[in-house]
């Protein structure tokens, strides 16, 4: 059975504590199966240096799904052409092996105009100048050449939508003014051939809210995949990121849960890819900040758990201490200290200390409430 209440409440009261690493215990674990709703977690080797806890807590087997951070992304992996940084990937590969957990491979493509993100320039620069399919697909060739079978599930395609860019709601990336709106096709064609055996992902965020722009941006997601599908392409999987943000207001529980009942309706099985929460307001007490951050984790996940589709929630991180949400990486290094840790964004399930939050009883009860259903 996999994560029962149990198990993973266990997890939350020994976190604290924990020093070294359970191996034995993640060896002796069942594998996780389609019959439950997986959790995972991002994840790169070097934090696990800097916060020894986050490998505990990974370790312990309740996180079975990891996903590099940003290590497999092009512009981390081939910053300058043809020298590779496969060594991040490689030990991820290898641990999550020893750890029982599986690999999400993040991403193939992704490219949305913020430097640095996704693409290195000499590729912008390169398709620029003339648009060459053979430079994609040689990614693909040397990323799914060495972890097409140890890698299950792909990202494909990374945040394709921007509904202010285009009438068909495509965003007006590199690729796309390389290519145009084929290089999405293309894109998943070159995968399936190069990775027969792996299960193909779009991946997207800003769905999950009550206002026009998430609308019209699920709208377009689900024609994009209907698209693929009628052009006979397999497209195995959605991701919903489900970065959350309490400025947004109120999540659309009609909207989202059609959204996800319409995917399952054409084949697509669903992950939640990057869960975490955005705060607003930093100047509120620990606890009213902790409760709203558990309460709307536990909102989003009554809706996405209500369909059957939906067989993983990774979120993008453990500790608040490591997110991306906090914005100044060149902190991460220095002591914890209580000032940091009441201005840090506290969107996680663990704090900055690596001790559970509300978030963290949220999950272990929605995951529950889903297994204790089947
Ligand atoms: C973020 C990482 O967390 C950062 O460390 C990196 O610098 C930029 O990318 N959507 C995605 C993720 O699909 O890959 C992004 O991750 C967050 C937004």
């Not at 497999?72 to 750890?99: C, I, K, M, N």
């Not at 909207?255 to 955005?278: I, Q, W, Y």
């Not at 559970?356 to 949220?362: E, Q």
């Amino acid at each position: 059975m996999p994560m029962g209440r149990r198990t993973f409440l266990g997890l939350l009261a020994a976190a604290p504590a924990l020093a070294a690493p359970g191996r034995a215990d993640a060896a002796q674990r069942p594998p996780m199966s389609g019959s439950g709703c997986a959790l995972g977690t991002c994840l790169e080797m070097h934090h696990l240096e800097i916060e020894p806890r986050v490998g505990a807590v990974v370790e312990s087997g309740r996180f079975t799904r990891l996903t590099p951070e940003y290590s497999l992304q092009w512009s981390s992996f081939e910053p300058t052409e043809g020298r590779y940084r496969f060594a991040p990937v490689d030990r991820l590969v290898a641990y999550a092996r020893h750890a029982g957990a599986t690999v999400q491979g993040h991403a193939l493509l992704w490219e949305q105009g913020t430097p640095g993100w996704g693409t290195p320039d000499w590729v912008k620069a390169r398709l620029a100048e003339a648009p060459d399919w053979g430079l994609v697909r040689r990614r693909f060739e040397t990323v799914l050449g060495r972890y097409g079978t140890a890698i299950p599930l792909w990202t494909v395609v990374n945040e394709p939508i921007e509904t202010s860019d285009r009438a068909d709601g495509l965003r007006a990336n590199a690729f796309l003014r390389a290519f145009g709106p084929g290089y999405i096709p293309a894109a998943f064609e070159t995968a399936q051939e190069l990775a027969p055996g792996a299960r193909l992902m779009l991946n997207e965020y800003a769905l999950e809210y009550e206002n026009p722009v998430d609308r019209a941006r699920r709208r377009a997601a689900l024609k994009l995949v209907e698209g693929l599908k009628s052009r006979g392409l397999r497209i195995d999987a959605f991701g919903v990121q489900g970065h959350l943000e309490l400025a947004k207001g109120k999540l659309d529980r009609r909207g989202l849960g059609g959204f996800l009942r319409d995917l399952a309706d054409l084949g697509v099985e669903v992950h939640v890819t990057e869960l975490d929460v955005l705060e607003h307001d930093r100047t509120l007490s620990l606890e009213a900040r902790d409760a709203r951050v558990a309460d709307t984790t536990a909102r989003f996940l009554d809706i996405v758990l209500d369909e059957p589709a939906v067989t993983s929630v990774t979120t993008w991180g453990i500790t608040d201490r490591l997110s991306w949400l906090r914005g100044d990486f060149a902190a991460i290094s220095q002591e914890v200290g209580a000032e940091m840790h009441h201005a840090m964004n506290r969107g996680l399930p663990f704090d900055a200390r690596v001790a559970p939050k509300p978030m963290a009883r949220a999950l272990a009860g929605a995951l529950d409430t889903r297994l204790a259903a089947l």
